[in-house]
C-alpha cells in the first residue's frame, strides 16, 4: 500500500498490507493530499495542494517528475483529490470543481464536469478489479 504522510515530515510510504515492511518511497514534498496509480504507465501519481502541482514516481521511487504544475493546470488551482483511469487524470480543484485531463501525448483538459463542492474522486469501473471466483 502507498500512505500519504503530512505534518512536520510530509512524504510517501509504502507498505505490505498489514503495514510491517514500512519505507519511505518519496520525501522532501508540501503537502501530499491525494494519490492515485496509473496501471497503464506503472506510476504512482499525487497531488501536492501547497505547490498546486501533480508529481508522479515509477513504484521503485527512482524516478520523479512533475506532471502538471501551476499555470498547465486548467483551472491553476490547488488539485485535492486525483484518480486516472483510461488515459484521463481526474481531479478535484480546491472550490473550483471536477475536471478531466488527458494524459496521452496531447495533454489537454477534456471538460469541466462541475461539482463545485467535491472532496474527492475515485474511479469504479470493472476494468480495475480483479477477477476471483465467490465460494
Given at each position: 500500500?502507498?500512505?500519504?504522510?503530512?505534518?512536520?515530515?510530509?512524504?510517501?510510504?509504502?507498505?505490505?498490507?498489514?503495514?510491517?515492511?514500512?519505507?519511505?518511497?518519496?520525501?522532501?514534498?508540501?503537502?501530499?493530499?491525494?494519490?492515485?496509480?496509473?496501471?497503464?504507465?506503472?506510476?504512482?501519481?499525487?497531488?501536492?495542494?501547497?505547490?498546486?502541482?501533480?508529481?508522479?514516481?515509477?513504484?521503485?521511487?527512482?524516478?520523479?517528475?512533475?506532471?502538471?504544475?501551476?499555470?498547465?493546470?486548467?483551472?491553476?488551482?490547488?488539485?485535492?483529490?486525483?484518480?486516472?483511469?483510461?488515459?484521463?487524470?481526474?481531479?478535484?480543484?480546491?472550490?473550483?470543481?471536477?475536471?478531466?485531463?488527458?494524459?496521452d501525448s496531447n495533454s489537454r483538459l477534456l471538460h469541466d464536469i462541475g461539482c463545485t463542492l467535491s472532496?474527492?474522486?475515485?474511479?469504479?469501473?470493472?476494468?480495475?478489479?480483479?477477477?476471483?471466483?465467490?465460494?
Open positions: 500500500m502507498y500512505i500519504t504522510v503530512t505534518g512536520t515530515t510530509p512524504r510517501i510510504d509504502r507498505a505490505s498490507m498489514d503495514g510491517t515492511n514500512r519505507n519511505t518511497l518519496q520525501s522532501g514534498l508540501t503537502s501530499p493530499s491525494s494519490i492515485t496509480i496509473d496501471y497503464d504507465q506503472n506510476l504512482l501519481l499525487w497531488a501536492d495542494t501547497q505547490l498546486n502541482q501533480i508529481e508522479s514516481t515509477t513504484f521503485d521511487g527512482l524516478t520523479r517528475n512533475v506532471v502538471y504544475a501551476g499555470s498547465s493546470l486548467p483551472t491553476n488551482r490547488d488539485p485535492q483529490s486525483i484518480t486516472i483511469y483510461d488515459n484521463t487524470l481526474y481531479y478535484v480543484g480546491q472550490f473550483v470543481g471536477l475536471y478531466a485531463i488527458r494524459t472532496d474527492g474522486i475515485q474511479v469504479v469501473s470493472s476494468g480495475r478489479q480483479p477477477v476471483c471466483k465467490y465460494v
